[in-house]
């Protein structure tokens, strides 16, 4: 049972940046891995990037170069820091946690629209 609240959505140019929140809460007790989906309209939820609790990290070859995820344990947060952006990152990016006890928990999604 582990609640995700993302935030650090909104709009932006193309070329701009914005970073992405994740702040996890109740039960963290072996969270194998954190990670960003995104979902846009007419598409399939994809996995944008992912880190595991070894710092394996993997991203979609569509965002390598660009965004980086990174994690604050101290403050149970993992983070999407996302450059260049492109009208074509235009999604709702959702964050998901892996526990061992308690399975997949996902956020409620936060908008991110980049204009051209």
């Known amino acids: 049972q582990v609640q995700l609240v993302e935030s650090g959505g909104g709009l932006v140019q193309s070329g701009g940046s914005l970073r992405l929140s994740c702040a996890a809460s109740?039960?963290?007790?072996?969270?194998?891995?954190m990670a960003w989906y995104r979902q846009a309209p007419g598409k399939e939820r994809e996995l944008v990037a992912s880190i595991t609790i070894g710092d394996d990290i993997n991203y979609a070859d569509s965002v390598k170069g660009r965004f980086t995820i990174s994690r604050d344990n101290a403050k149970n947060t993992v983070y999407l820091q996302m450059n260049s952006l492109k009208p074509e990152d235009t999604a709702v990016y959702y964050c998901?946690?892996?526990?061992?006890?308690?399975?997949?928990?996902w956020g409620q999604g936060t908008q991110v629209t980049v204009s051209s």
């Open positions: 998901n946690c892996w526990e061992a006890v308690s399975g997949s928990s």
């Open positions: 109740g039960n963290r007790f072996r969270i194998a891995s």
